[in-house]
């Protein structure tokens, strides 16, 4: 079961996004109000926390517990950064979550994301047909 | 105050942002995985869907760790909410509800609005635009930026990457131009 460990992790990440209300809707549109600091906050510490375990991972050479070298690959630019970016930004605001809150919420039994999630699958869908079709 | 207690309250921006950045850094070291949440949907069209999309002919199976990886979050919100259930509702500032009054939400309790997201509504203009068109430009918008919160902002920018500041910001100014510009302009 070496997938186990992986349910481990996102059970721990799903609990956190769960009890710091970054899965809550009116937390989001607090956010994109200015009105608290709260969703800054977590963002930024999380992003700092990351980036220091990185910069420890890649100075000290650490190895994953399977031994080989941490994948850390690098993304590539393409308007789709830009385009996509925006276009999800949208979508951030109206449903209130991110990919990741929207599996969190269903968990902790608002059923109705489900909407949101199946509308969520069928965009990347949409997007893998128009693919080739789209600036990059 | 025991320990289910103590972590049942809800926890400030600077316990859960390093937690976040912690899990970033577990799932580096004992999975050797990058963190991203918005690849999933991929996954599971990738899984469904008949194999004459090129977008989604690739062998998935081998990333089937994300599917097990967002599975876990379900059941991280399930624990959350069943266990360690906070008793205190969210803080919203006054600001914050003046605003979404005008968008015809009186009610602040729960993480979501009932009066627009349920399945009654569906069909309704708002609740279609909020539950519908959202999470549509939540999966096509994720996938066509290469990612979202969790990959590019988070994972992306822990690791100094100009494409994920780029999209970051792209995030930002959409969630900006939702809020003061569409959104006013339908309710």
Redesign the interface.
Known sequence: MK?????????????????????????I?????F????????????????????FI?KKMN?K???G?K?????????K?????????????????????P?????????W??I???????????????L??K?PH | MNIVEYISQPWSWYVGGPLIGLTVGLLLIVGNKQMGVSSSFRHICAAIIPRKIKFFNYDWESQSWNLWFVLGIVLGGMIGSTLFLSTSPIEITEGTKEHLRELGVTNFTGYIPSQIFSFENLLTPKGFMFQIIGGFCVGFGTRYAGGCTSGHTIMGLSNFQLPSLIASISFFIGGLLMTYIVLPLFF
């Not at chain 1, 186990?4 to 009116?26: C, D, M, N, P, R």
């Open positions: 997938n186990i460990k992986f349910l481990i992790l996102g059970a721990l990440f799903g609990f956190i996004l769960y009890k710091t209300e970054v899965i809550s809707w009116f937390r549109q607090e956010m994109f109000l009105e608290s600091f709260h969703m800054y906050g977590v963002i930024i510490s999380a992003i700092v926390t990351a980036a220091i375990i990185v991972i650490i994953a517990i399977n080989n941490v994948a850390l690959t690098p993304k590539s630019f393409t789709g950064n830009i385009i996509g970016g925006m276009l999800f930004g949208m979508g951030w605001t109206l449903t209130g979550a991110c990919p990741g929207l599996y969190a919420l269903i968990g902790s039994g608002y109705v994301v909407l949101a999630l199946l509308s969520a699958i069928l965009g990347t869908f949409v997007y893998g047909l693919k080739e789209l």
